[in-house]
């Protein structure tokens, strides 16, 4: 079982706004990464350092935290935007590294 | 630019080892960490361990501890990962990645292509 809970699927009409959330202890200590992947393909880096977009990614892509709980939002979701979403942070111990369970976006 | 250019797709048998490469490039080698995420079929990624840059020190997840090795040939900018006794929930697609830092933020980027190892008899 992940440290880091997601749910599973979120969809959203073209053009709104998704939010993807991320639960766990060890974000009350530890900011959380997202990554996009796609099917077929290695995931990339989508939000990193709670709210930093690597170069190439829009700026319609977010990162937020309150609590135990990290966010992605994704403002005016492109059809492009359809694919799974990943969390990642340390553990609650600080030693390991986890990923939550990933969450399916589709875009309607 | 910076890339992860992994080995390629293995067949094994069960109870066999595999040993996947890692060769990086575009970047000084010895100043990142290199985690190993695998990805089973239909299923989410797991972190699976970490090697140090100098290639001295490793960190492994609890469920791989006694059958997985993580290695580094800083001479020729490549990263090892063995995994012994395979069974078929071993299959999966096995990525490496670039540990990245700041201010106690981490992050994986890039992220090699992939490999695909089938577990099967």
């Known amino acids: 079982s992940s440290e880091l809970t997601q749910d599973p699927a979120v969809s959203v009409a073209l053009g709104q706004t998704a939010k993807i959330t991320c639960q766990g202890d060890s974000l009350r200590t530890y900011s959380a990464t997202w990554y996009q992947q796609k099917p077929g393909q290695a995931p990339i880096l989508v939000i990193y350092s709670k709210n930093n977009r690597p170069s190439g990614i829009p700026d319609r892509f977010s990162g937020s935290s309150s609590g135990n709980t990290a966010s992605l939002t994704i403002t005016g979701a492109q059809a492009e935007d359809e694919a799974d979403y990943y969390c990642n942070s340390r553990d609650s111990s600080g030693n390991f590294w986890v990923f939550g369970g990933g969450t399916k976006l589709t875009v309607l | 630019q910076v890339q992860l250019v992994q080995s390629g797709a293995e067949v094994k048998m069960p109870g066999a080892s595999v040993k996947i490469s890692c060769k990086a490039s575009g970047y000084r080698f010895t100043s990142n960490y290199m985690h190993w995420v695998r990805q089973a079929p239909g299923q989410g990624l797991e972190w699976m361990g970490i090697?140090?840059?100098?290639?001295?020190?490793?960190h492994y997840a609890q469920k791989f501890q006694g059958r997985l090795t993580m290695t580094r040939d800083t001479s020729t900018s490549t990263d090892y990962m063995e995994l012994s006794s395979l069974t078929s929930e071993d299959t999966a697609v096995y990525y490496c990645?670039?540990?990245?830092?700041?201010?106690?933020?981490?992050?994986?980027?890039?992220w090699g292509q992939g490999t695909l190892v089938i577990v099967s008899s």
């Open positions: 090697i140090n840059p100098r290639g001295d020190d490793t």
């Open positions: 990645a670039r540990d990245n830092s700041m201010r106690s933020s981490w992050w994986f980027d890039p």
